[in-house]
């Protein structure tokens, strides 16, 4: 089978963008799934980083079909916008870009909203990008959401759109005592974002099935991370989509027995951004220092990551869920500056020792990383290519990851640029 799904397995950020990019090269489609503008791909095309959220990362590989699938929540202003920046960084978007008619649109009141409740969760907010994206699938779930099909003719959109509106004003005045949306304002926007989307507008599954019968390459891109799984994750503190394997059939129309290999991206330590439990979370010092050389900032919110070492009993829930075949391990380059490296290899969690990821969250909030330290290699990998490159203490950590999480390690990242990768196996 030529499909190839590409997920996180930690908290988001894991370098799913870059690896997508440097496999678009081999692939004839990139298709996202789920999520939307909360995701921010950063990739380097050229020499120049770029950042895509709602753009499959293959945008910039010109002989790739691009599929926002139909589980992907799309704002509409949000993809004019992205699409007029890159095409500014010389990144042609035209019939390449195919927009599913069924993906929901993530609408000026679901970003409105989103903002009352957090600031209405107070202590308990979970940190979220502001994008709009939890109201938006609350909307899809409880059927009163608005599809991109609808873009098409402008006049239904904007009945639905007035009428959701309106509703949506009076939960803002009303429960929040926030000022309403102008809705004429936010209609003439969405005209004209209308207007741009719709020749992208397409039933794309059964052109991602077209394209897997004929063993075309299908690189499904996954966004965020199977620990902020809606199901699976570290609930409440956790996106709104499946980012798990799973969510691929469910995202695209592709029947799972037709999805073919999962590989599971997974920084050499850990980030998280936003608020939960993280059981490895370092201490600010190494922290500070995993943030400066890893550039950890979000690229969509700019908020600094929260930094830790990596955690084997979390890849490993993350591999069982999906049934990852194979890591890809980015970043690696960012612990050359350490003598020690700590690994969590398991938890203590009142009392015993645990090689389970605890479903409750309380639990998960008083699990104990057990370390075991991995050698430093106090070298640069920064130019390593092939596995002989690499210092062998640098190799010895690849092999203790593939241990550790019982699955093969097919590469390894060293760097930003789509080239600066070691391939273990043959990924595409
Ligand atoms: P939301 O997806 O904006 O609703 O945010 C929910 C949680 O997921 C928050 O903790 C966010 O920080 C986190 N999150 C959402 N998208 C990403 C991402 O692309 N990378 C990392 N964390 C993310």
């Known amino acids: 089978m030529s499909g190839l799904v590409l997920i996180g397995t930690q908290w988001g950020d894991e370098g799913k963008g870059k690896v997508t990019n440097y496999l678009a090269s081999r692939a004839d489609m990139v298709v996202r799934f789920q999520g939307g503008a ?195 994750g570290t609930y409440p503190f956790v996106t709104s989509s499946h980012t798990t394997a799973a969510g691929v059939p469910a995202g695209t129309g592709v029947p799972p027995s037709m999805i073919g290999e999962v590989i599971g991206v997974a920084k050499a330590y850990t980030t998280r951004v936003g608020a939960g439990p993280f059981p490895t979370e370092a201490d600010p010092k190494a922290a500070g220092l995993i943030r400066e050389r890893g550039a950890e900032r979000g690229a969509t919110t700019g908020r600094p990551r929260r930094c830790g070492w990596f955690d084997a009993v979390a890849v490993r829930y993350s591999v069982e869920l999906s049934g990852i075949e194979r890591l890809v391990l980015t970043k690696l380059d960012v612990l050359d500056a350490f003598d020690s490296i700590p690994v969590c290899v398991a938890y203590e969690l009142d009392g015993g020792r645990t090689n389970r990821f605890p479903r409750s969250l309380d639990d998960l909030a008083r699990a104990r990383p057990i370390f075991e330290e991995a050698p430093g290699w106090r070298q640069s990998t920064a130019g390593a290519r092939k596995p002989a490159d690499l210092p062998a203490a640098a190799r010895a950590y690849v092999k203790r990851v593939e241990a550790l999480t019982g699955i093969p390690v097919a590469a390894a990242s060293v760097g930003a640029a789509s080239h600066a990768i070691v391939e273990f196996s043959k990924m595409l």
């Not at 989103?114 to 969760?121: C, Q, T, V, Y």
């Open 38 to 232: 909360n995701a921010g791909h950063t990739v380097a095309v050229d020499g120049r980083m770029v950042v895509f959220h709602l753009l499959p990362s293959g945008i910039s590989e010109p002989g790739a079909t691009c599929v926002i699938g139909p589980g992907v929540v799309l704002d509409p202003e949000e993809l004019v916008a992205e699409i007029d920046r890159v095409s500014a960084q010389g990144i042609s978007v035209g019939p390449n870009l195919l927009v599913d008619v069924g993906a929901h649109l993530v609408l000026p009141y679901h970003k409105a909203q989103e903002a009352a409740e957090e600031e209405a969760r107070g202590a308990d907010a979970i940190g979220t990008t502001h994008r709009g994206i939890g109201p938006a699938y609350s909307d899809q779930c409880s059927r009163e959401g608005i599809r991109a099909g609808e873009l098409a003719t402008f006049g239904r959109f904007r009945e639905l759109f007035e009428r959701n509106a309106a509703r949506r004003n009076r939960l803002l005045e009303r429960l929040y005592g926030k000022p309403p949306l102008d809705v004429a304002d936010a209609l003439s926007r969405l005209e004209r974002a209308a207007a741009r989307i719709a020749p992208h507008l397409a039933d794309t599954p059964p052109i991602v099935r077209g394209a897997l019968h004929e063993g075309r390459r299908v690189l499904f891109e996954g966004a965020q991370g199977s620990l902020l799984d809606v199901a699976f």
